[in-house]
């Protein structure tokens, strides 16, 4: 006879003879029913997992997701129409609030827009500013998203280990502009300030020891085997279906699609910068970390190249009707107090016309659209929000994978519930 | 962005194609190359312009609604057309009064716009005929109003709280 320990459960399981009990099961009206049964849930809108208030009415059959149906609003705040009542300037306020993780690219689009409908150039100083300050984001961005999303899967090491170095980058925002979030750096027609002494040298430290943060992150993760059975070949979508769904960014690119629009259509002078475009083979969540961390060594080229070759010059344009005039201005200058007068009270008057700048934020295609009236309030904002539009794909990344291979897919589809709501 | 001369002769070709009243108009400012286009062809154009055009737009990179009060017709509804193989952009936009907001929905010939429809449903009010899902999408499902219209006020929408929940309008009804 053999051991019975070393016989697989099932078998022994068989080998359980019921008949001492006069030939009836006790468990009688319990045995599975031929048809499987359905089962709908709600997964959120409270679900750590969903990454905010996002719902998911999903219909379950066993532990397979069948049909999943996102219920999204519940943190609809109406920015796009609060910034209808707010002077262009104050409205970038307001417009940095909808991807709250990505608030540089938001002020970038709706600031690139005004500067489109005013004709404004941008001094290269101030340009290269913002690059630096976009890709520093870009980079505070995926760090949030590898924490919480390895996070989902059960790697709690990530989140502390992602958020310490998203918060030297805050402290970096701190020190450039005075907030950690939200900061509202970027003004009509350049930046806010120039950066404070001591700023460069904190950056390039950092720039510095990401690259080896980022091995760390990967040593943890590349041969964690939970991480890979819940990533490798998950949620995989045909790039032609991607496309007509509208997804961009690294989801796009994860499937083997090379849009980026830095490179595709530089804005912001990009075009200066030589980095790589990481793509994807299989297009499955594994290739979505992947090109996500191959994106934070892009970045951190990129902020590298605009430090050494950050050129001297004015850091906002010169143009007194649209920038403030500097402070010290004031105190001499009846023309400078008058222009500042009307700056704060009334705001700078845009000519009618319509703009749609759309640039590359962390989740993909970031579009801003502005329609201008001609009076100092814009008459429509509105945030084409990658999250959004990418949330449609969800269905397709999710059903017919198994729920815990759902949340991965979750996880790597990256959802910023205040940009999907707004 | 197709200059000035490259947007006529792309108005030109949907013309030919499509039908003389098709594009009512052009307009190309701050380097956006805009077709106006009659409401009730808006389907026609987009089909033509993503499939036969000789320099076809594959992507809708978005879609949104805007107000343009006190000008009529007062809604318009804009496609941002996107082609990655030649990296060029072309807007459309359809207009239509707040009296007739209905438009054909092009959730066919691209999927992305299920989302995008829905939204500028919920809040300009234009009916995008034959779309699969038409519902609010942000707001309240039985939310009354079509809150980014211009004359939608701002502000003064009452926070609910259990003190005043019957006394507010919409709640008990």
Redesign the interface.
């Known amino acids: 006879m053999t051991d019975p320990l070393k016989t697989p459960y099932r078998e022994r399981e068989k080998s359980i003879s019921l008949d001492a009990m006069n030939g009836e099961s006790p468990i009688s009206g319990m045995e599975l029913e031929p048809e499987t049964e359905m089962l709908t849930i709600n997964l959120g809108p409270h679900h750590p997992a969903t990454h905010g208030v996002l719902r998911l009415l999903c219909t379950l059959e066993g532990e397979t997701v069948q049909n999943v149906q996102p219920i999204?609003?519940y943190v609809?705040t109406?920015i796009?129409?609060?910034c209808?009542?707010q002077e262009y300037w104050k409205a970038i306020t307001f417009v940095e609030r909808m991807d709250y993780l990505a608030y540089y690219f938001n002020a970038y689009a709706f600031c690139a827009s005004v500067e489109?409908?005013l004709?404004e150039e941008v001094p290269p100083r101030a340009q290269y500013l913002r690059v630096i300050h976009m890709e520093l984001n870009r980079v505070a961005s995926h760090l949030f998203w590898l924490g919480t999303g390895a996070l989902d899967i059960g790697a709690i090491t990530m989140l502390w280990w992602a958020l310490r170095e998203r918060d030297e980058l805050l402290d970096l925002f701190e020190m450039s502009s005075g907030q950690r979030l939200h900061t509202r750096y970027f003004q009509v027609g350049g930046v806010m300030e120039d950066l404070p002494p001591g700023w460069e040298a904190k950056c390039r430290r950092f720039l510095a020891e990401m690259p080896n943060r980022i091995d760390q992150y990967e040593a943890l993760l590349d041969e964690n085997e939970i991480w890979l059975r819940r990533t490798k070949n998950t949620g995989i979508v045909p790039v032609e279906?991607l496309?007509?769904?509208?997804?961009?960014g690294p989801l796009l690119r994860a499937a083997g699609?090379p849009?980026d629009l830095r490179k595709?259509?530089p804005y912001c002078s990009y075009e200066d910068f030589e980095f790589k475009i990481p793509v994807g083979t299989v297009g499955d969540n594994y290739d979505r970390y992947r090109v996500r961390m191959a994106e934070m060594r892009e970045s951190v080229k990129i902020v590298e190249q605009a430090l050494d070759g950050l050129p001297e010059g004015p850091y906002i344009t010169g143009n007194r009707k649209v920038a403030l005039p500097p402070r010290h201005e004031l105190a001499t200058s009846m023309e400078a107090l008058i222009h500042h007068f009307k700056l704060v009270t009334e705001g700078f008057r845009v000519p009618p016309?319509?703009?749609?700048v759309?640039v590359e934020s962390p989740r993909g295609?970031l579009?801003c659209?502005v329609?201008a009236d001609g009076s100092s309030k814009p008459?429509?904002v509105?945030m084409?929000d990658p999250s959004?539009?990418n949330?449609?794909a969800l269905k397709h990344m999710g059903e017919g994978t198994v729920i815990a291979d759902f949340i991965a897919c979750l996880a790597m589809l990256d959802p910023i519930l205040g940009g999907i709501?707004? | 962005m197709p200059d000035a001369t490259g947007l006529e002769l792309a108005a030109q070709r949907v013309r030919e194609a499509v039908g003389d009243t098709a594009v009512i108009g052009t307009n190309h400012?701050?380097?956006?190359a805009?077709l106006e286009v009659d409401p009730p062809r808006v389907h026609e154009v987009l089909r033509y312009l993503r499939d036969d055009d000789e320099e076809p737009y594959?992507?809708?990179?978005?879609l949104?609604?805007?107000?343009?009060l006190p000008e009529e017709p007062r809604l318009g509804v804009?496609y941002?057309l996107l082609s990655?193989e030649r990296?060029d952009?072309l807007?459309v936009r359809a207009r239509v009064t707040v009296e007739d907001a209905v438009l054909a929905s092009v959730t066919d010939l691209?999927?992305?716009a299920?989302?995008?429809e829905r939204?500028v449903y919920d809040?300009f009010g234009v009916v995008f005929e034959g779309h699969p899902d038409p519902r609010?999408?942000?707001?309240?499902e039985d939310y009354v109003g079509y809150?980014?219209r211009?004359d939608?006020p701002?502000?003064g929408e009452p926070v609910l709280f259990t003190f005043n929940e019957r006394k507010l309008p919409r709640w008990y009804d």
């Open positions: 999204i609003g609809h109406g796009e129409k609060s209808e009542d489109n409908l004709d279906q496309l007509g769904l509208g997804v961009s699609n849009w595709a259509m016309g319509e703009a749609y759309p295609e579009g659209f329609l008459a429509r509105h084409r959004f539009v949330l449609q709501d707004r | 400012a701050h380097g956006r805009r594959g992507q809708l990179s978005s949104h609604g805007c107000d343009y804009h941002e990655m990296r952009r807007a691209f999927p992305t299920d989302f995008q939204e809040f609010r999408i942000l707001m309240p809150p980014q211009r939608f701002m502000g």
